[in-house]
């Protein structure tokens, strides 16, 4: 789609204004009947957006809560509250354009665009009766440039000036910046009835975005457990799109119903974390927070599978949160978590080939041993040079991503995951992005599988090495791994396990915490423990374990002596 933008500040209003003149005969008309007022989620919101009507707003309110609480309600002090604070916003926009700067939905290449653009929607069109005819007009001038400019980076501009960006991620649905794209054009677009958004909507992004999720068999992110929580906005994309467009984006492939299942497979068996998977910036220990639990409620809402409804009504009454835990996510608790005594999957071991990522743990019981293995797609940012790493846990870390003892959260080489170690000359060699490796698993009894990667694709042909073939075993509360691979001149191999306490040492076997590790081959190994404090001042805490010596094959066994007392095992599930 291509407006033209050429000539003085008030033709440019009339371009754009012309562009919403041709109405879609669309409205965001979301289905909200699953709201229970009667119930504790809806007072506790009702609460929190009362305490910003009374003029003491909580860290991160929105004028969307203000417009959520006027549609359940009909109480004009809400309206009333949602008008000044999308004004204010467009107000400032217009401030900073006039004196030849951009506003602040442009920053960060528009990652807010999404927020702050379905804010100005919703209360444009559900507090229509509340905005003035030039609010409408100044409103829709500067919702509909932003729009123009995300999807047209070298035409951007404001006002006068020309404000060209990078364009970054416009056409990459695997990242979180699209979703917020897409979130500000698909609420506008019902707000203003604009058929042109609308064409370009249903013949553009909304086809890319359907069919690169088609090809994500199996669920999850592509970036991972900590930018992977984006979804929660996408799914939530879906549900809207399905009410007031008819168009069921979500059901349109099985990503959104598979993700139920990746999700609650990545959760640790003591429901409080989740796979180190990728960046976690926002905190380096990933976890459980009020985003899974949204990214779940929307999930279970939008899905048609009645046995992934009940599978996520089971891991949302099982979390170690129960209700959201910060103000500005009480609204989406409001959508209902379904029934307490639904039960767990009945997989123990689920493999999402289209994120790599394999698990396996061997019971649904808290003092079950948990298992992640990673080999396909490196191809996101946001993503880790950790293909062939595998995470352990049981009641705690045993062998983790050094990454989450990071103060950033966003160390991504291969030093900081539990893999082998190419050192070329001295130098690490590093994995690729754009790569992809591959895996074949076999699932059995209890929680039991045995996997093939194959890593060599994740080197993209440097010499340095030839093939890295890693097999795994896990059964019985232990991990067999089982390293083959060749290198080039110059080149060793050393396996490591990063341990979050201080290991032991003793001949060929290390003892860190709970976790044993014992290396059958080679039967000389040389083992060394690295302080991660020593290393990097980005680090507070950790340790890594280095065996070397190898010659084509490393065999490591790792199991725990964690025992595990009764109650851990009281939840039903055993």
Known sequence: ????????????????????????????????????????????????????????????????????????????????????????????????????????????????????????????????????????????????????????????????????????????????????????????????????????????????????????????????????????????????????????????????????????????????????????????????????????????????????????????????????????????????????????PTDLVYYGSGTGQLFARTGWDTGAMWLQFSAGPYVESHAHQDQGSFTLYENDWLAVTENIWSHSGIQQGTETNNMLRFEHNGSIVEQQVGTTSTMTYTPGAGGSVHAVANLTPAYDGNSAVGSWQRTIDFASRMLTVHDNYTTGSGTQAIFQVNVPVHPTISGQTVTAGNLKIQVVSPANATITAVDWTGEDSDYNSGWRVDISGGSGEYIVQLSSDYEAPEEVFSNGFD
């Open 1 to 344: 789609m291509r407006i033209s933008l050429a000539g003085s500040s008030a033709a440019l209003s009339f371009v754009l204004m012309a562009a919403f003149a041709a109405p879609c005969s669309a409205a965001i008309d979301i289905d909200l009947s699953y709201v229970n007022q009667s119930s504790e989620q809806f007072q506790r919101f009702k609460n929190y957006v009362d305490n910003a009507v009374d003029g003491d707003p909580d860290y991160g309110f929105s004028a969307t809560d203000a417009a959520y609480m006027y549609k359940l309600t009909g109480q004009a002090q809400y309206a009333n509250l949602a008008v000044s604070m999308v004004e204010d916003q467009v107000s400032q926009a217009e401030a900073a354009i006039a004196s030849g700067q951009t506003p602040e939905v442009a920053g960060d290449s528009y990652l807010d665009a999404g927020g702050m653009i379905s804010d100005l929607a919703l209360t444009y069109d559900w507090c229509s009766s509340f905005v003035t005819s030039s609010q409408r007009t100044r409103w829709a001038s500067y919702a509909g440039q932003t729009i123009f400019n995300v999807w047209n980076p070298a035409q951007a501009r404001w006002g006068e000036t020309m404000q060209p960006w990078s364009g970054w991620s416009i056409n990459n649905p695997g990242n979180n910046y699209y979703y917020s794209f897409m979130e500000a054009t698909m609420y506008w677009t019902l707000a203003s009835d604009d058929a042109t958004w609308m064409s370009f909507l249903n013949t553009n992004k909304i086809p890319l975005l359907e069919s690169y999720f088609a090809d994500l068999d199996g669920g999850g992110s592509r970036e991972g457990t900590g930018y992977g929580l984006s979804h929660r906005t996408l799914f939530g994309l879906y549900r809207a799109w399905r009410d007031a467009a008819g168009n069921d984006i979500g059901n349109a492939n099985s990503h959104m119903t598979d993700s139920i299942l990746w999700w609650i497979h990545a959760t640790v068996p003591t429901m409080d974390y989740v796979a180190p998977i990728g960046d976690q910036s926002r905190v380096s220990v990933p976890a459980i927070y009020d985003y899974h639990r949204h990214l779940m409620l929307e999930a279970r809402q939008t899905t048609t599978d009645a046995t992934a409804q009940s599978n996520a009504s089971w891991w949302l009454h099982h979390i170690s949160i129960g209700e959201m835990t910060s103000g500005f996510n009480f609204r989406h608790d409001l959508l209902p978590a379904g029934s307490a005594s639904a039960a767990p």
